[in-house]
Nanobody, 131 residues
Framework: DVQLQASGGGLVQAGGSLRLTCTASSVTFDGYAVAWIRQAPGKVHEVVSSISVSGGNTFYADSVKGRFTISSDNAKNTVYLQMNTLKPEDTAVYYC????????????????????????WGQGTQVTVSS
């Protein structure tokens, strides 16, 4: 069972930045995809960004392209989400989630981009962007 810990949320003004951190305590991220998934009040889960940790492929939702950057530090078994130029519409609970590849993690077509594809979730961290 993959146990994930997300942190780094907070309250920030529009235009500001935050960095979210996701750490696994029970497995190494090698062979996994890790995603940041958010849920705003009254809305469905949205995959904001995902990364194949060993393959390096990444995905970004259109709403965050050019503003958010996902990265991994394999030595620390950690995935980050750098969020810049934050907007009020980025306000949500952000979850990190993991998916274990059964195919080639280097194949960009196998990188999951839907929240239901991720079967291990950490607790959420609240991000609030004030206008």
């Amino acid at each position: 069972d993959v146990q994930l810990q997300a942190s780094g949320g907070g309250l920030v003004q529009a235009g500001g930045s935050l960095r979210l951190t996701c750490t696994a305590s029970s497995v190494t991220f090698d062979g996994y995809a890790v995603a940041w998934i958010r849920q705003a009040p009254g809305k469905v889960h949205e995959v904001v960004s995902s990364i194949s940790v060993s393959g390096g492929n990444t995905f970004y939702a259109d709403s965050v392209k050019g503003r958010f950057t996902i990265s991994s530090d394999n030595a620390k078994n950690t995935v980050y989400l750098q969020m810049n130029t934050l907007k009020p519409e980025d306000t949500a609970v952000y979850y990190c989630a993991a998916y274990q590849f059964f195919g080639d993690p280097n194949d960009p077509k196998l990188l999951p981009t839907f929240s239901y594809e991720y079967d291990s979730w950490g607790q959420g961290t609240q991000v609030t962007v004030s206008s």
